[in-house]
């Protein structure tokens, strides 16, 4: 048995799937260039059948991202087989996933299909995918709810069929680590060729347990895991790639197996999907939370500063947490600037630098010291913007406990400055409807939240809000920063109105 085991990241597959999640072609290719940095031997870029937008993003990201196996998620109609493979195919190494629900709820209630029909399907579907690409896999979806006599004859007679990954999926998170573990040495014993294929398994953390199961599952001899960056996924999110992968490395002893992952460029691939997709980490959280490395008891901190192993098993240094002593003000240069950004692991144009460097300096006269964090928050918000039809160029605002909240806003449209005025419930409400009224669309404010990004009375805010067009579903997502939290609601909002336009005109982003 190989002691290497095989990340099959699905975050801008299942992880997308989060309520309100929702990623553009630009988003996605971004998170799966850093994926790709990051080690994963496969992206899960979506699902192409669900949408125009999102074959286009598995289709752009199968030409652009190199190095790396792209798959394509499929049901196992031809129709769906057909569409993931268009998708993939100009991938250097193709992959179709392809599944079909084996439990007896999912043929009952949801295919209403005999069991032999389900077996027919997945042998069909594994055949059709095979015709194209050598690289198959086929999920037996709620597999760990399934009849395992049942579960055991249809993946025997998709790895007949040609399929190269046999993936086991705890789909709705119901199993528990030492059943999980017998579950996958019984298909293993069972199974007539399953020596010939990679063994998959996907676990949910419905009941907390996703991160425990997959290891379970890889000491009885899975060796693929499925997961998402920050857990990310369908209602309690899946396995935590970065948690897997730091369990395995931290417990080598234990488990005696390696990944391809470059554990380095774990937390800024972290912090990348927590902006892109809106979802804040919880401090707490293991390996990428910014709690996970802070030491607030004094017989703690004691412990660390006399040798750091006492009260930490993980250096914050290896999953990419920086600490540098160099510090960036207001009479800093480009120099300096630009270094302290390849430092942190960017790489920007001369375009980009140049737009970051002015945030900088603007912020930098109103800010004595700017941290990493700071940069960070810059660079975030000006190298992911869609093109902007309308920018910020003034914000006034009135407001008190005895006057009505009134904002005044200019934005530029081109050379063009528009100026409108407006009152509202608060401050926020005023500047929403002062924005509305120069753009012309009609927008609900679906969701608003701040997060402080530095400590400090003059700290560094971020505004994440989510809007949508009138009474449309559609959800937009903006963020902004600034030291003013107004100002910050503003840049998100304009943020967001920017993002509906630019998909309006251009449907398949």
């Not at 998170?31 to 289709?59: C, H, N, W, Y």
């Not at 993946?155 to 399929?163: H, K, P, R, S």
């Amino acid at each position: 048995m190989s002691n290497r085991v095989y990340i099959f990241d699905t975050t801008l597959r299942d992880g997308e799937q989060s309520p309100g999640v929702s990623l553009n072609v630009k988003e996605k290719l971004e998170i799966a260039r850093q994926l790709a940095r990051l080690g994963v031997d496969i992206i899960e870029a979506g699902f192409p059948i669900t949408s125009p937008g999102d074959f286009e993003a598995v289709k752009t990201i199968a030409r652009e991202v190199r190095g790396v196996t792209v798959a394509g998620l499929a049901r196992t109609n031809f129709t769906d087989i057909d569409k993931a493979w268009e998708a993939v195919r100009h991938a250097d190494q193709p992959r179709i996933h392809t599944f079909i629900a084996t439990s007896d709820i999912h043929l009952k209630h949801k295919l209403r299909l005999s069991r032999d029909q389900v077996v027919e399907a997945a042998v069909a579907g594994v055949k059709r995918a095979k015709s194209y690409t050598r690289d198959v896999e086929f999920s037996a979806e709620d597999a760990s709810r399934s009849d395992p006599d049942f579960l055991c004859r249809v993946l025997e007679a998709a790895i007949e069929a040609g399929a190269t990954t046999i993936n086991v999926p705890d789909t709705v998170g119901y199993a528990t680590p030492d059943e999980f573990a017998e579950f996958i040495k019984y298909i293993m014993n069972r199974v007539k060729g399953i020596e010939k294929v990679v063994l998959s398994v996907h676990c949910h953390d419905d009941l907390g347990m996703a991160v425990a199961n997959s290891l379970a599952a890889i000491l009885a001899g899975a060796r693929q895991v499925e997961g998402a960056i920050n857990g990310i996924g369908e209602r309690a999110g899946n396995a935590s790639i970065e948690e897997i992968v730091m369990a395995l490395y931290t417990r080598r002893d234990r488990y005696g197996l390696e990944t391809g992952i470059n554990t380095e460029e774990i937390y800024r691939t972290s912090k990348l999907v927590s902006k892109l997709t809106g979802m804040d980490i919880q401090p707490n959280k293991a390996v990428v939370g910014k709690n996970a490395f802070a030491h607030e008891s004094g017989i703690h901190q004691d412990g660390v500063l006399k040798e750091r192993t006492t009260y930490e098993i993980m250096n914050p240094t290896m999953v990419g947490i920086a600490h540098s002593n160099l510090v960036l003000g207001k009479h800093s240069g480009r120099h300096a600037f630009r270094s302290r950004l390849v430092e942190l692991g960017y790489s920007l144009s001369e375009d980009e630098l140049n737009k970051a460097f002015a945030r900088f300096k603007d912020l930098a006269d109103r800010k004595k010291e700017i941290t990493d964090q700071d940069l960070e928050a810059i660079v975030e918000n000006e190298i992911r913007k869609v093109p902007a039809t309308y920018e910020l160029s003034y914000l006034h605002i009135s407001s008190g406990t005895t006057v009505v909240p009134t904002a005044t806003v200019g934005l530029t449209r081109g050379e063009e400055l528009l100026e409108e005025a407006a009152c509202g419930n608060g401050p926020v409400d005023a500047i929403c409807k002062a924005v509305d009224k120069i753009t012309g669309y009609s927008c609900r404010l679906v969701s608003w939240g701040i997060n402080a990004i530095t400590g400090g009375k003059d700290a560094l805010g971020e505004v994440t809000l989510r809007i949508a067009e009138n009474n449309k579903e559609r959800l937009y997502m903006g963020r902004g920063i600034s030291t003013d939290i107004l100002e910050a609601s503003a840049r998100a909002y304009i943020n967001a109105v920017n993002k509906m336009i630019y998909e309006q005109k251009n449907p398949d982003m």
